[in-house]
């Protein structure tokens, strides 16, 4: 570098101190930047325009379009109406929507599992999550809570069980609650109570939605279940009075839903002012009452008032035909079925590396293999879908779907597995025959594609086929990172109506089905291997 | 036409071959013999170089065998059959033969099949040509990969102990097609313990003991009047058995 000139900019320091070296700054900048021109229009307008303008303009994690993620099983919050697994309602969708007029940008929404709410809200998938989630200390920590509905814990039994007069009343009874939610903590604390006094404890079961935590009371697994007033006032249109409030505890962090967000002062206070102008101009009343969380609402037409037992053939019928279930199904066989290409597309030149020498690439695959099949699926889901985007803002991208995230993740880990089933039928071919091609002159491909292929796909079809069955159910796993394949349209339907057995028996079929045929492929393939056999190798040329 | 010169081949610490050196002329027959072990198999598979040599120098038709030698060019000069049969068991008799000219030569379906069955008919076993190898008997398997084998149209071929895995039926059927083979003019060396077979058909037997040479000689001269203590013990084990 002697005798070179240093650039001009570069020996000026105030040059310099405008030229950020760390991108984080810049994004800063970047966001801080319409404020600052914000400002300095207000000042050369005049301040008489200022509270108009601060009003209407949308917080940061609006700008340009809110992005809402909400777990659509917990009605009148947020749930589907509707079999059709997109129409979201229920207060919190109509409150986005809301919002979203108030500050004039679309409003988009991404329904996942509960688990995959917070996680995505941390990643920047979405601006906000509203879910029916209580306002709560814990959360706090990471996340900004603004209050928009203010509710109360309530525990429920079967109707007709006696009320209890303190949550120590509960011990050595199973207690449901939704997995994912603060409930467990708080009754956990109880617990430690009820230890103390030297009575058994509330046992908890966590379900992952909270119709399977009412289902559980509903069939007498679970004495009682923990929810909220609100929820339980809209389930009991569906279960027609089955259950009812055995008590009420008033536990503070209890006392309200909140809207969260990222941490920011400026957003809470431009959202606390959003939420604060809808109640003041009259906006969230018709809401609450069109859900009946008020009084004098109008007609709600969610929940079909089915009654709850026995099986019901028009809604198992009309499940399978519908085009919820059928586009659901189609997202599950589309998923398993490239997934699975991708894998084995992974998985074969990996197979041939490990069924040659040692070596530094060798000692690679071994290694990812003995990763990929060690740390659970459900795992690497949430990982490349939450996770990735913190190292890498482009996977926060629209482009990078539920679908793309749930096709790499569930190839990747497919591969590892197959190449395992790839590396065990290569191994199980004869050295001879690559011997034969090789003193017949033909290439090292040559070789693979003409003769050692065709035989080992004969030894790794049967356990491929097993590995592609179960990556089917697999795919199930998706619904964490908000895919709608089968199994969440499932649940969303069941969350919505409490028919359980007809939604999962209509599912079943569609598994069925999928599975059914492709073993009728795997036949269809293996009858092409008649020349391992001599008796089918003869019968076969008879023919 | 063949020429072997200090060839040299060891297994890590173990010497396999140790300087060995002969010569083959243009349509001889060459009977290989030897106890196990003594570097036989490793010697022929050096030809087409399915075995890299380490040292020492082979030459076919004037050209050097070595790391620089294009392999597809030197196995369709050198044809070899193995003890094993080692016949594609997923593919049929005939495309078995078909299949090398077509993918390594680029011969057309019909020529290549044409082809396979004219050598198919020349191992008597064209009638089979539909069936699967598992459907065939050894000696009829070992019969298909000589015909396989032909279908590169070598000049040379190699036979690892073409006969070891067959009853004694059909020994003298695939021994049948080696002797017509011969008589035909092809150059070949073959890895054998079958002591009639080779009187029968080789112009020179060469013997071979830990991984040398000991004794190169017609076959009237080996079997009657052996120079080395240890063929003679070998042959005399040979009668015995």
Redesign the interface.
Known sequence: MHGTPLPPHAAHPATRRSRPADPSLKRLRARRLPWVALLWTCMVLGLAAAPVARAQQAPSFAAGGLTVCTNPTLPPMTFVNGTDGSDLAGVDIDVSRRLGAYWHVPVTFVSMDFVGLFPSLEAGRCGMVISGVVRQAAREVKFDAVPYQPTSLVVVARAGTAHVTSMADLSGKVLAVESGTSYAARIAQENVALAAAGRPAIEIQQYPTEDQVVQQVLIGRAFAFVSQDVELAFRQTQLNGKVSVIFQPDYPEYRNFAIYIRKDARDRAALEGAIAALRDGGQMTPILQRWRIMPGGGDMQAGDQKAVSGFNWRTFAAALVSPAFARGAAITLAMAVLSHMTAIGLAVPMAMVMNGRDGMLKSAIRAYVALFRAAPTLLQLLFVWNALPQFLPVFRESWFTPFLAAWISLSINEAAYQVEINRAALQAI?P??A??G??????RM?VYR??IF??AL?IALPPTINEFISLIKTTSLASVISLQELLAVTQINVARTFEFTEYYAAALIYYLLIVFFFLWVQKRIERR??????LK??SH?AA | MIEVRNLQKSYGDFAVLRNVSFTVARGEKIVILGPSGSGKSTLIRCF?R?EPHDAGEITIDGERIDQKTE??????MV??V?Q?Y??????TVLENCA??PR??KGAGREDAEELAMNFLHRVNIADQA??????LSGGQQQRVAIA??LC?QPSVMLFDEPTAALDPEAVSGVADIMASLSADGMTTLCVTHEMGFARRIADRIIFMDQGRILESAPPEVFFTQPRTERARDFLSQMIRY
Do not use: E, S
Not at chain 2, 71 to 76: E, F, G, I, K, V
Not at chain 2, 86 to 91: A, D, G, I, V
């Open positions: 004869d001879g025959q011997l034969a090789d003193a017949l002159g033909m290439t040559q003409h003769i065709p035989q004969r291997f008649a020349w391992a056999d001599r190798a003869t040329a | 087409n399915i392999l597809t060019r030197l196995r369709c044809g070899m193995f094993n080692n016949l594609f068991p997923h593919l299949l090398p993918v390594v539909r069936k699967y190898p598992i459907q396989r084998a590169m």
